[in-house]
């Protein structure tokens, strides 16, 4: 039941790969993401234009003209930003990557090539490269009893001491349509979750979860 940076990400694909470096879990991540966008922001290249007050933009990146731009954020180059989305405050995006109908965004780093293309929620998460969402899909990150969240694998339940934590999808997970990943969720990499799917706790590495309580190994093609 894997949790940890080096079992979810490769962090070459990775925007701010030294984010992670010391942390024991890539959740402790999460409350800085606003002062890496600031960090970032000040050592971008020629090949950033800056989009809004907030917001800088890589070269080759396509923003549709009713895309809401908020911010603080930084968006990688030749990325796709379809209509309707709605980027909100302390977002690291990577290079190709596809934001599209309806989609928002809150404190959350996306890896190089993520896709959440049709009426996705994405808040306090990181998403490691490659990584799908089907449409529908979204990352709960708020408990309703507003306690800590917690992340329970097989064998412990880790307390993230985080009110705000939604999913860490590991590298080329793909989530299908109208799936809910609850908050303190993780999808190992290479991991499938059903449409329809409401996910808690760990699905481990080149997994297939059916259904709640029904998780099978991926077998090679």
Same mark, same amino acid.
């Given at each position: 039941?894997a949790?940890?940076?080096?079992?979810l990400?490769?962090?070459?694909?990775?925007?701010?790969?030294?984010?992670?470096?010391?942390?024991?879990?890539?959740?402790?991540?999460l409350?800085?993401?606003?002062?890496?966008?600031?960090?970032?922001?000040?050592?971008?290249?020629?090949?950033?234009?800056?989009?809004?007050?907030?917001?800088?933009?890589?070269?080759?990146?396509v923003?549709?003209?009713?895309?809401?731009l908020?911010?603080? *954020?930084?968006? %990688?180059?030749?990325? =796709?930003?379809?209509? #309707? $989305?709605?980027?909100?405050?302390?977002v690291? !995006? @990577?290079?190709?990557?596809?934001?599209?109908?309806?989609?928002?965004?809150?404190n959350?780093?996306?890896?190089?090539?993520?896709?959440?293309?049709?009426?996705?929620?994405?808040?306090?998460s990181?998403?490691?490269?490659?990584?799908?969402l089907?449409?529908?899909?979204?990352?709960?990150?708020?408990?309703?009893?507003?306690?800590?969240?917690?992340?329970?694998t097989?064998?412990?339940?880790?307390?993230?001491?985080?009110?705000?934590?939604? *999913?860490?999808? %590991?590298?080329?997970? =793909?989530?299908?349509? #109208? $799936?809910?990943?609850?908050?303190?969720?993780? !999808? @190992?990499?290479?991991?499938?979750?059903?449409?329809?799917?409401?996910?808690?706790?760990?699905?481990?590495?080149?997994?297939?979860?059916?259904?709640?309580?029904?998780?099978?190994?991926?077998?090679?093609?």
């Amino acid at each position: 039941m894997a949790v940890r940076t080096v079992e979810l990400f490769d962090l070459s694909e990775c925007p701010v790969p030294w984010a992670f470096e010391e942390k024991q879990y890539p959740w402790e991540v999460l409350p800085e993401i606003g002062r890496l966008v600031r960090e970032l922001a000040a050592e971008l290249s020629h090949d950033y234009t800056q989009a809004s007050e907030h917001v800088w933009v890589g070269r080759g990146t396509v923003i549709a003209p009713n895309v809401v731009l908020v911010g603080p *954020a930084v968006i %990688g180059p030749n990325c =796709e930003l379809r209509p #309707g $989305a709605y980027i909100r405050e302390n977002v690291i !995006v @990577g290079e190709g990557v596809v934001i599209g109908n309806s989609t928002e965004l809150k404190n959350a780093i996306l890896f190089n090539g993520v896709q959440v293309p049709h009426f996705n929620y994405v808040g306090d998460s990181i998403l490691g490269a490659g990584a799908h969402l089907g449409a529908g899909a979204i990352c709960s990150n708020f408990k309703s009893t507003k306690d800590h969240i917690k992340v329970r694998t097989a064998h412990e339940v880790i307390n993230t001491g985080l009110r705000k934590f939604g *999913a860490l999808l %590991g590298d080329r997970a =793909e989530v299908g349509c #109208g $799936a809910v990943l609850n908050p303190g969720t993780v !999808v @190992g990499r290479d991991s499938i979750i059903y449409p329809l799917c409401s996910v808690r706790g760990v699905v481990p590495a080149r997994s297939i979860m059916k259904s709640a309580g029904c998780v099978v190994p991926r077998l090679e093609a």
